[in-house]
């Protein structure tokens, strides 16, 4: 009778540890969203839709913390450079006009 309670418990743990596997490799991955992911998963699992779901979620890349932040960074570079590109061109345009009336 004994055996056969240990042998449940740890077919539960099993089972909750499969049910909780997305959780789990979230956290094993360092996900900043670690506790939401958790969240769905223990709210949304049991679909087997869910737990894809959550599975596929565990295994992508950490979002970037400030994705404003680096919105407005990467908008900033993206200026500059035009601005840099339009200089050059302004520049190249002036450089090639005063050759030309040099040469007249």
């Not at 680096?70 to 570079?77: A, C, L, N, W």
Request: aromatic letters at 8%; hydrophobic letters at 50%.
């Amino acid at each position: 009778m004994s055996g056969n309670l240990l042998v449940q418990a740890i077919a539960a743990v099993l089972v909750l540890a499969l049910y909780f596997l997305p959780a789990i490799l979230a956290d094993r991955r360092k996900r900043h969203d670690v506790l939401t992911l958790a969240l769905f998963n223990a709210c949304l699992g049991w679909t087997g839709f869910g737990w894809l779901l959550a599975l596929y979620w565990s295994l992508q890349p950490n979002p970037p913390k400030n994705l404003a932040g680096e919105i407005v960074e990467t908008r900033k570079i993206v200026r500059m450079r035009a601005f840099s590109s339009a200089l050059l061109v302004r520049v190249q345009r002036r450089a090639t006009a005063a050759r030309k009336r040099s040469e007249k």
